[in-house]
């Protein structure tokens, strides 16, 4: 039998970073995420979940079972800027492709799609990748700040809480988010995925949905 060991070379994983973020819409209502945009300037993605607390239930003057509400994702994303594909989900509505934007509108769901590094002690930043995926995102109002130029100038820093709605994973309980790890993958999975996820030459960057993902990731 093998025996325990720690702190082997090699073997100090870490995640770190926040990029290649992507916004995904619909051209339709019955649509799919079809239509997609890169979103620079991300400085943050925290994800907050909610819910998974047991509720406890008692007979026979005895804790009897506990069961775990449902949860909920829920994040945090922070940036500098965002594509304009994103206003919109944000609830402000430009007026006849003009100079004019009306705030305070119906707040248009969207995908989201941003990666972070994986990180050891032995190959730093590239010893991997991970890409993040979430579902159904509805972004609530935030806080914008702005300040006069000084001596110290400093850059607007967006904020924006979201939630997630679940879709259905094949053989799996509803999720509003998957993650995709590079050292699972094989070369072809992985140029499938991104290909999928952030357009090739000839194919626009679209969301597949988790179904989709998996029959891509299988063939």
């Known amino acids: 039998m093998a025996i325990l060991t720690w702190d082997e070379t090699g073997q100090h994983w870490g995640e770190t970073g926040v990029s290649n973020g992507v916004i995904y819409t619909r051209s339709g209502p019955s649509t799919g995420y079809d239509k997609a945009a890169a979103w620079n300037g991300l400085t943050a993605v925290n994800q907050e979940p909610e819910g998974a607390e047991p509720q406890d239930f008692y007979a026979d003057n005895i804790l009897y079972l506990s ?6 994702w829920k994040a945090t994303i922070e940036a500098f800027t965002y594509p304009d594909m994103f206003a919109k989900c944000d ?55 702005a300040q006069t130029i000084n001596d110290s100038p400093e850059i607007t820093n967006f904020s924006w809480s979201v939630t997630g709605t679940p879709v259905n994973v094949p053989n799996m309980k509803p999720s509003a988010y998957l993650k995709f790890d590079s050292r699972k993958s094989t ?32 063939t």
């Not at 069961?67 to 909920?72: I, P, R, T, W």
């Not at 119906?106 to 941003?114: A, I, K, Q, T």
């Not at 050891?120 to 935030?142: E, F, K, R």
């Open 67 to 72: 069961l775990l509400s449902a949860e909920k």
């Open 91 to 145: 609830g402000t509505a430009q007026v006849a492709s003009g100079p004019m934007f009306v705030g305070q509108q119906d707040r248009v769901p969207f995908g989201f799609s941003w990666q972070t590094k994986i990180v050891n002690d032995t190959q730093a930043t590239a010893a991997g990748t991970m890409i993040h995926v979430a579902y159904g995102c509805l972004a609530s109002p935030s806080s914008k700040n």
């Open 187 to 218: 070369p072809e999975q992985w140029k499938d995925l991104t290909d999928a996820l952030y357009g090739t030459s000839g194919v626009d960057a679209k969301l597949p949905t988790p179904a989709e993902i998996i029959e891509l990731l299988n």
